[in-house]
């Protein structure tokens, strides 16, 4: 499986942007997806993750704190797609984001190159 990113840059404090993950190379229907984000000297932590089309519980969603209610994670499983809209940008959200995919049934993990993302104040 193969994962591309697009849709980092730079915004202002309180700003908004859609980040993008496009799929390749699998059945993206039995791919849990999510992403991650990295901060200078922080470790990778989660940000959001929905569940596969294939599971019990598709499509669920789940959030860090830290972006509940600013952050929206959606799939489109017709275009392979993942998408997270960021609204209400925080110089705290500053990282480089990664979209990350794990097989339902292997649970092998996927990740993309990463994206940019800065929020100035």
């Known amino acids: 499986v193969q994962l591309v990113e697009s849709g980092g840059g730079l915004v202002q404090a309180g700003g908004s942007l859609r980040l993008s993950c496009v799929a390749s190379g699998g059945t993206f229907s039995v791919l849990h997806m999510a992403w991650y984000r990295q901060a200078p000297e922080k470790q990778r932590e989660l940000v959001a993750r929905?569940?596969?089309?294939?599971?019990?519980?598709?499509?669920?969603?789940n959030y860090a704190d830290s972006v509940k209610g600013r952050f929206t994670l959606s799939r489109d499983n017709a275009k392979n797609t993942v998408y997270l809209q960021m609204n209400s940008l925080k110089p705290e959200d500053t990282a480089v984001y990664y979209c990350?995919?794990?097989?339902?049934?292997?649970?092998?993990?996927?990740w993309g190159q990463g994206t940019q993302v800065t929020v100035s104040s």
């Open positions: 929905i569940s596969s089309a294939g599971s019990t519980s598709a499509g669920s969603t």
């Open positions: 990350n995919a794990e097989s339902l049934f292997t649970r092998a993990k996927y």
